[in-house]
């Protein structure tokens, strides 16, 4: 049974418009937070990235700073998890070899500078 290429096209336009939809609204959501100071922990998930569960965790082994007012919800900073989010950066290979050659230059003119 083939399929139509009108139904094709339709199925794909469909498809594509739901797509749309779904990257306007995670982007509607993140404006909505970058408004407040402090956000739930379903509100960073989306902010982040990051799963609720994982969010936990994190809190649990105490890895990320957070607040809980009431003794039983979470919330964080915004720029706390900004920090947090930047802390480990990763430097590109070109970076790094670029920083192994400065550290071999200057080691190589301390010794012949003795």
Known sequence: MAISPNLFIVNSFIFLFI???????????KNNVMNKKFISVNEASTYTGLSKSYLYKLTSSRSIAF?????????FDIDDLDSWISKNRIAPSAEVNEK???????????????
């Open 100 to 114: 192994a050659d400065e550290y071999l230059l200057n080691q190589k003119m301390r010794r012949t500078a003795k």
């Open 19 to 29: 797509f749309t939809l779904r990257q306007i609204l995670l982007t509607i959501k």
């Open 67 to 75: 607040f809980k007012p009431a003794g039983k919800l979470v919330f």
